[in-house]
């Protein structure tokens, strides 16, 4: 089983991103080890303003020098994050 260091709830819209990304903050902070998992299996819905905050999450692992990977993403997520064309920007390094 993996360990998951995050998972945001329902929504990763503009108004739900400023308190999501709060959160996402202090827990990749407190977190200790050098690997970061980003669970969204519960996200329902997800926006332009969503997917800046995973690729921000990315690059903030990237900085800390912590091995990043998001799991569960829904569908309709996915096909947004290839639509935007960011898909490489997103996949686990």
Known sequence: MRNVNFKPGVDLTFKSVVV?????????????SDRFSLDLSDVKHCDSAGLALLIEARKLCKKNNKFFEIIGMPTETQSLVEFCGVKGILEAV
């Open 20 to 32: 999501v990304r709060a959160k996402l903050y202090q827990a990749l902070m407190e977190d200790k």
